[in-house]
């Protein structure tokens, strides 16, 4: 046989066997198995492995976790059964996977966390937040004495997004601020000293002032902003902590999309009024107002890709439920029936059914947790699906509190995508985070 023939038939057949094992069962729910669990205090969980050998299973410390039942640090398994996990009392264990006791295969790092109880949420809030600083939001040009045209901020470097925190050494904790000090540098001809944030780093810059002779004023060349309004959904309220959680995404400005870093924040009451019901290609919303007596509900003190979060006094009224319920972490949400909660109509929280279609394995955050569909007649008639203002929406399933609804597919309203609880619960510090998260955008 012709040696290149052979060389090419070898490698034929090496590929596929690759394919082949890779295929295989066994190979995919290795690489299915995670590096990281958490559980709750009493609860069980499984490794499943599908492998026809024999194995032994070491566990560090038996009092924190049990594996098959067993307080023993090790003993002998058959990887072709699941591996039991029960969780005995708050701390942190290793188990250890050897094949034939002596070849390393897996090593699970698990936390057990005391059991976590929150109410669940589903009310309308109003949403009002004061930036930490001064968000530039647009350039426009000044009219000058010659005639000409500019723009004094984007001439110094400043772009949309961009954070102002000091002017000549005074800090912007308010946009009102800023004409006097502006004024005033013109008048005396001197550049305005700018320390600002992009990104997250601290920069500088000078910028002069340039007198507008159509409204006899000196400018910036910048639209500028301090504050934001909306409406979201409230998802829990801890009681034991007083912390609550909302909205399952970021605060992000209108006009540069930019995250909103939050210097101080209020949630209030607020009363549906009508619905926009969603249609393929355009996102309905909830209209609503803030009440005229409303009561401020609680304090906005982070603002991070799961929500908002901050301190809460009461508990809310118009909940569905009169005590806490059990948390579900993520590795607990299935493919199925769930229930959303949200508000409709004035401030009376429902219940309607939604059918979880997918979800992700995130052994890290990530807001895209899972897919669910709207499946309930009554919700799918009054708003065509998932509309803006519906997001933090608490999920349940099977009595636990698993996640919030966070975005809506524009193509089909009665989908979108819900991020597990668990996440937004760490933003909130009820859970402690994991040691790799990043940071929060955090009030100052």
């Not at 066994?26 to 194995?55: C, E, N, T, W």
């Not at 398994?77 to 969780?87: A, E, H, K, M, Y």
């Not at 004495?145 to 723009?151: F, H, I, P, Q």
């Not at 009169?322 to 409709?344: D, H, M, Q, R």
Request: hydrophobic fraction near 40%; charged fraction near 20%; glycine fraction near 10%.
């Amino acid at each position: 046989m012709n040696p290149n023939l052979k060389r090419k038939l070898l490698g034929m057949l090496m590929a596929f066997f690759l394919c082949f094992v890779a295929a295989a069962e066994p190979v995919q729910s290795f690489s299915r198995l995670p590096d990281h669990i958490s559980m709750f205090s009493g609860q069980q969980g499984k490794l499943q492995l599908a492998m026809p050998v024999q194995a032994v299973a070491s566990v560090d410390r038996p009092e924190v976790v049990q594996v098959n039942g067993s307080f023993h640090h090790a003993q002998q398994v058959s990887l072709r059964n699941p591996i039991q996990l029960t969780s005995q009392q708050a701390g942190s264990a290793q188990v250890k996977l050897k094949l034939f006791g002596t070849i390393p295969l897996k090593t699970v790092n698990v936390d057990v966390m005391p059991e976590l109880k929150v109410v669940p949420g589903g009310q309308t809030i109003g949403v009002k937040v004061k930036s930490a600083g001064i968000l530039v939001v647009g350039h426009h040009l000044v009219h000058g004495g010659s005639g000409g045209k500019a723009s004094p901020g984007e001439s110094a470097g400043l772009k949309l997004g961009d954070l102002l925190t000091s002017m000549n050494g005074v800090p912007l904790d308010n946009v009102t601020k800023v004409a006097a000090i502006v004024d005033q540098a013109g008048k005396a001809n001197k550049p305005l000293n700018i320390i600002f944030k992009r990104d997250g780093h601290e920069m500088r810059t000078k910028l002069s002032p340039a007198f507008d002779e159509q409204d006899q004023t000196w400018r910036l060349g910048l639209y500028i902003r301090d504050s934001a309004a909306g409406v979201g959904t409230l998802t829990f309220y801890a009681p034991h902590q007083k912390v609550y959680g909302a909205l399952g995404h970021v605060i992000t400005d209108m006009n540069t999309q930019t995250p909103i870093e939050v210097g101080s924040g209020e949630i209030l009451q607020s009363n549906v009024t009508s619905i926009s019901r969603s249609e393929e290609g355009e996102p309905g919303e909830k209209r609503a107002h803030f009440l005229k007596d409303s009561r401020v509900l609680g304090d906005v003190q982070r603002n991070t890709p799961f929500g908002i979060f901050g301190k809460m006094k009461d508990k809310p009224e118009h909940s569905l439920y009169p005590e806490p319920i059990p948390v579900g972490l993520s590795g607990e949400v299935k493919v199925g029936p769930a229930e959303i909660l949200t508000v409709v109509e004035g401030q009376q929280v429902e219940r309607f059914n939604v059918e979880i279609i997918h979800v992700s394995k995130q052994d890290a955050p990530a807001t895209k947790g899972m897919v669910l569909r709207i499946t309930d007649p009554r919700l799918i008639k009054k708003t065509g699906g998932i509309v803006q203002g519906m997001s933090g929406s608490p999920i349940v399933q099977n009595g636990k509190l698993i996640g919030a609804v966070t975005h809506v597919f524009v193509n089909d309203p009665k989908s979108g995508y819900g991020c597990f609880i668990e996440w937004m619960l760490q933003d909130s510090g009820v859970l402690p985070a994991k040691p790799d998260r990043p940071k929060n955008l955090k009030a100052s």
